[in-house]
T-cell receptor
Framework: DTGVSQNPRHKITKRGQNVTFRCDPI?????LYWYRQTLGQGPEFLTYFQNEAQLEKSRLLSDRFSAERPKGSFSTLEIQRTEQGDSAMYLC????????????FGPGTRLTVL | AQSVTQLGSHVSVSEGALVLLRCNYSSSVPPYLFWYVQYPNQGLQLLLK??????LVKGINGFEAEFKKSETSFHLTKPSAHMSDAAEYFCAVSDGGSSNTGKLIFGQGTTLQVKP
């Protein structure tokens, strides 16, 4: 297994456009997390899944954001009608809930909204 | 609620000198504590973690940290800095356990500069 992968690595879009990011977790991990990191800050929790169920969403996740994890495998994070304030690094992490929840992070997707 | 405070947004040391990065946490439940390192334009790599048991934990690349419940601290140390240690370091706390969310609450990060 090569770890957590995220695609694309970089995305530049114009304000008002929709974007979708994909995360492929480590195959045996049942939990998947999304975080957002802005410049000079620590990552902030957005949402997480246990298997295919989305169990918690942060208040940071406005109505323009939606995440899915069909069949409990890969996950997608969609942002509709992007705003300049959405520019950030979006990080995905996966874990096994039985292993002290040690999270393994992907390389991130850097979003720039012009 | 949980929170993390990292004291010092920038720390500069000479190569070979002691590295000390400070982290204090707040948690209403027994915490799980983590230190992650981030190199430019990359994701986060786990350095070490405290869950239960021994309070002095050793991690990769010669780093270690001590959980001090009375001081609510989890400071990161390394006896001798190497140029390759220059990076951003994040302390994080979670509620841990399979019955909890396990989401990580991060500090704002400390940039470590290593001077030759």
């Amino acid at each position: 297994d090569t770890g957590v992968s995220q695609n694309p690595r970089h995305k530049i879009t114009k304000r008002g456009q929709n974007v979708t990011f994909r995360c492929d977790p480590i195959s045996e991990h049942n939990r998947l997390y999304w975080y957002r990191q802005t410049l000079g800050q620590g990552p902030e929790f957005l949402t997480y899944f246990q298997n295919e169920a989305q169990l918690e969403k942060s208040r940071l996740l406005s109505d323009r954001f939606s995440a899915e994890r069909p069949k409990g495998s890969f996950s997608t994070l969609e942002i509709q009608r992007t705003e300049q304030g959405d520019s950030a690094m979006y990080l995905c992490a996966s874990s096994n809930s039985g292993s002290y929840n040690e999270q393994f992070f992907g390389p991130g997707t850097r979003l720039t909204v012009l | 609620a949980q929170s993390v405070t990292q004291l010092g947004s920038h720390v500069s040391v000479s190569e070979g000198a002691l590295v000390l990065l400070r982290c204090n946490y707040s948690s209403s439940v027994p915490p799980y504590l983590f230190w992650y390192v981030q190199y430019p334009n990359q994701g986060l790599q786990l350095l070490l973690k405290y869950t239960t048991g021994a309070t002095l934990v050793k991690g990769i690349n010669g780093f270690e940290a001590e959980f001090k419940k009375s001081e609510t601290s989890f400071h990161l140390t390394k006896p001798s800095a190497h140029m390759s240690d220059a990076a951003e370091y994040f302390c994080a706390v979670s509620d841990g356990g399979s019955s909890n969310t396990g989401k990580l609450i991060f500090g704002q990060g400390t940039t470590l500069q290593v001077k030759p």
